[in-house]
């Protein structure tokens, strides 16, 4: 017998009965209660044994966001209704396949519509994890979306209710009350420094700015050699050359120290990289970091060979901290595959700055520019906006794979970008309430709103940082998240190896017998 035939088949095998349920006329505080003491992620809302409705963990974080008294307000005013269901009878990987395309962490289980059971995401996985590459490759959807991969403690995005988080922390609030170094130093540490280790981490820090001399000298050279080059190209090519003159170890071979010290040496040393190669290719001598600022205005000070105004560092930093980690985003996972493998810690970050470079996920800010700047103005927006959408053309800076709702990056940057003030934003505001308004009306049911890249790319514009540098700045703090997640994955690893299906001709094919005319076994040209 394999493994395959000893594990669970179906829904009925897997689910947990008896169902903790909700009268739809419950308060919320009591149905919350009891997920809580039966330690469960929701709760099924019944009309007899007739399944009526859910509310899950994410509904009671969507109630306290909108700041209602979960000891007033029913189930019914918050659960989803008439919720999607399984039968018990149903394969484990479709149920599996279903809850992932959807998007769901629960389903009720239904026969004869009565509730007999409820199976979770989590369920399901343990069996998607036993079955054979090849039943699983047909189950899993086309670009993993939905497929949980990894366990982290490092961070999450919960889509639905606009909300993203690193470690316990609101990503936002974090952004709002703490500095970056703080930030960084929760998602290295585990937990929020206090005056004494805030202090110490920053002097820790300090020294790790500076371009190592070996690599310093190459600079110069790479970014005359490479004039054409987009900074991210030069950033990748710098981080591998560092790597390897300081002579980082596999991680596999390097304990949680030796790895943590090489992690917080890439994140500090490349704001100084990617703004000496820029200020080079400008054929400007690079600034030299300077310890006594913050990261944010070292960075902008670096950039632009002055310091910057506090408004203006103070606006970076806050961006800076609410692109540190963005849950399994493409470059994280890239990042945690090369982990994986034991390859160094220098060989993950060159990587995920890789995945990172691709235009569908290092995003375009300066599109989103762009766009005002060819809007040009305020009276101009809804018919420009409306042809570009009838054209059916994308609007850039709005719309999102996971969020629905307004980007929680996108609003908070707003309130930045407000606080900076200046025509642009006031220019930016009007262009995104008529856009909403237009996709509203044009792309019905879509649900698009900001997202982070309109904002963002105002912020950095008003703060004097190129165009061609906002991918790049992000890229500054997301190396952070990759370092959090590569640091993890050491911790507590398996080598990341999924499968494939092959869908070319049937082999075994027999070989053509060799052309006598062509090359030779072994010879040139084979
Ligand atoms: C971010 C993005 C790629 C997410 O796309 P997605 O989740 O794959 O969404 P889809 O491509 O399935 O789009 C769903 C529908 O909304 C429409 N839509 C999505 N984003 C749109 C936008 N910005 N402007 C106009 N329509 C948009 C699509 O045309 C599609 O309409 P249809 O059903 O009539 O075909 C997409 O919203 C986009 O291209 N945005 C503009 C570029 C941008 O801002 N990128 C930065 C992302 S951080």
New binding site residues.
Partial sequence: MTMADRSPRTVADLMSSPVVTASPEEKVAEAAARMRAHRVGSVVAVDGDRPVGILTERDLVRIAAAGADTGTVTVREWMTPDPDTVGPDVAATTAFASLAERGYRHIPVVTDGRLVGIVSMRDLMRVAQIQPADRLAHEVPKGLEGVVVAETTVGDVRGLEGFYHYRQYSAVELAETRSLEDTWYLLFRGDLPDRAAAEAFRAEIAPLREVPAPVAELLPELARRAPQAVPLDLLRTTVSMLAAIEGFRPSLDADRTELERQALRVCAVVPTLLCATWRLQHGLEPVPPDGTLGYAANYLAMLHGRVPAPEHARAIEQYLISTIDHGFNASTFTARVIASTGADLGAAVVGAIGALSGP?HG???S??LQMLDEIGTPERAEAWLRE??AR???????????YKTD?PRSVMLRGVAERLGGPKVAFAKQVERT?VQV?AE??PG?R?YT????YAGVVMDTCGVPREMFTPTFASSRVIGWCAHVLEQAADNRLIRPSARYVGPPPPQPVPPRDETGSQPGGAGS
């Fill in positions: 569908l995003g375009a800010p599109r989103a570009a959408v059916g053309e994308r609007l850039m800076g709005f719309g999102h794979r996971v980007d856009a996709l044009m792309k879509r698009l997202n982070v890249e309109f």
